[in-house]
């Protein structure tokens, strides 16, 4: 009868990035739309309303994932800087 996990698995949405990693906000827009769905049936004044929690959240999400990313880089430096790495510390310390 297959796997009861993979039937409760859903749409799949794939984002990709060039060049690098994704960026915050691609980051923060994932995780929203992952949270926070309007389903096409919903009233139109309900709809409004989500949509534009949704929004509100996408704005708060996208400030943590920036917090997370300079908390991490601020990691990182220290630890190279305790290692005696002080160009490789500056170096991340500008990105």
Known sequence: ???????????????????????????????????????????????????AFRDQMSDVVLGYVRMAAAEDRATVVAQLERAGLHDAAELIRRL
């Not at 906000?25 to 992952?34: D, G, H």
């Open 1 to 51: 009868m297959g796997n009861p996990a993979l039937a409760m698995l859903g749409a799949v949405t794939v984002m990709t990035s060039t060049n690098g990693g994704h960026s915050p906000e691609q980051i923060a827009e994932m995780c929203v739309n992952r949270l926070i769905r309007v389903a096409d049936t919903a009233p139109p004044e309900i709809a409004v309303q989500a949509r």
